[in-house]
């Protein structure tokens, strides 16, 4: 398992590290702790030794079953993080609450890798006038954190104004070969390379949706290496970035666990022709377009709430890579009057767009599209 140091925290931690918020399951949705055990067993087994879960992943199960599997192993040849639901949070004394209960919950006396959870601009400022991000800075100072960071979801400008706002020892981003325009993207990561902080990568596979393009889509990929899987690609893609120190892996399956294992043992960067590859097939699979947005938002705000941008960026994710569970929970995950069939045709959104989209028609396209595949079961 390659390993890397980081200078600036003084630890060795695995390329890869396991991300524990999909574990396999059972029929009725919860871990399935046999089998999650021994993966993570192999894993362990095999070097890996960063460990990620958060107080949301698993409906809220996911600490517990990872902190009962991890008293298997010798507390130094880990390093374990967690996270703080700030979206749940509405008062630091709640934050110091689910604090304490994390350490009951996981058997731990302290985390390696602490991180306030999927900061936005709202979150961001949330945390810093409330004192959370004081008191966990004092929690730090007691040892009871090692290293401070964040996870992110929001526009690269309020991910320059949380990264510039204090001298983070880590932060975790979403990244991979497709998404290099979206959240923080490369421009997130050049200033996170320019100002020393060290990068945990989220989502190198984007939720599993580059493991899965069709056979004709990644032909440039196997004319090179046809024993690589497509996941295996977008690992390294990332891998070759020297400042992105762990690449998190979501492993759901025991041959999913195997694949990544085979790829970080022994992980080269991508050479010319590899990463020329890669350009062909993230431009073929930009080209498999619903419609063309740019989410420029002249759009916005929709005067009856629809998300136009989010609604065709759904759309568009979906054309390329046709994963329907990414679909589903793109859909669910936005609120009822964001979506599609909110939109009462009045025709503003059109009349702002610099592109000339036919806004409202795509829109209703949605709406029957989303009510047909609601009505079948996942």
């Known amino acids: 398992m390659e390993r890397v140091h980081i200078e600036k925290l003084g630890v060795t931690v695995s390329r890869l590290g396991f991300g524990c918020m999909r574990f396999p399951t059972t029929s009725d949705g919860c871990i399935d702790e046999p089998r999650a055990a021994a993966m993570l067993d192999t894993a362990f087994e095999a070097g890996v030794n960063y460990f990620d879960t958060a107080y949301f992943y698993h409906n809220r199960t996911s ?57 936005n601009r709202t979150r961001w400022r949330f945390a810093v006038e409330s004192g959370i ?49 979206v959240q923080a993207g490369m421009k997130g990561y050049a200033l996170c390379e320019r100002l020393g902080v ?33 996941a295996a690609w977008a690992m390294r893609w990332v891998a070759s970035l020297n400042n992105c120190k762990v690449i998190l892996s979501g492993m759901s399956t025991e041959e999913q666990l195997a694949d990544n294992l085979h790829t970080f043992d022994g992980c080269a960067p991508l050479n010319e022709a590899e990463q ?53 929970f793109q859909w669910h995950d936005m609120d009822s009057g964001e979506r599609a069939g ?10 702002a767009c610099p592109q000339a989209l036919p806004i409202r028609e795509k829109l209703r396209e949605i709406a029957e599209k989303m009510e047909k595949k609601m009505e079948r079961p996942a």
């Open 133 to 181: 991000l004081d008191f966990l800075i004092e929690q730090q100072r007691q040892g009871r954190i090692r290293h401070l960071g964040f996870s992110f979801h929001d526009d690269y400008d309020a991910f320059e104004e949380i990264l510039t706002a204090r001298d983070w020892d880590f932060c975790q981003i979403q990244l991979n070969y497709m998404d290099v325009d």
């Open 63 to 119: 600490e517990a079953f990872v902190g009962r599997a991890l008293k298997a192993y010798p507390r130094d040849r880990y390093h374990l993080a967690t996270k703080l639901p700030l979206a749940l949070i509405k008062t630091l004394e709640e934050a110091k609450a689910i604090f304490e209960g994390q350490f009951v919950t996981m058997q731990q006396t302290y985390f390696d890798f602490y991180l306030l959870h999927a900061l």
């Open 198 to 230: 060290p990068v945990i990568v989220m989502e190198p596979v984007k939720g599993g949706s580059l493991a899965t393009i069709g056979e004709a889509l990644r032909a440039p990929f196997a004319a090179l290496h046809p024993d690589w899987s497509p």
């Open 276 to 328: 020329r590859a890669v350009g062909a097939v993230r431009d073929a699979l930009r080209a498999r377009t619903f419609v063309g947005c740019t989410a420029c938002r002249y759009c916005m705000p929709c005067p009856f709430g629809v998300n136009i941008p989010e609604n065709f960026a759904m759309m568009n994710d979906f054309a390329r890579y046709t994963n329907e569970a990414r679909l589903r």
């Open 342 to 351: 909110a939109c009462r045709g009045c025709g503003k959104c059109e009349a």
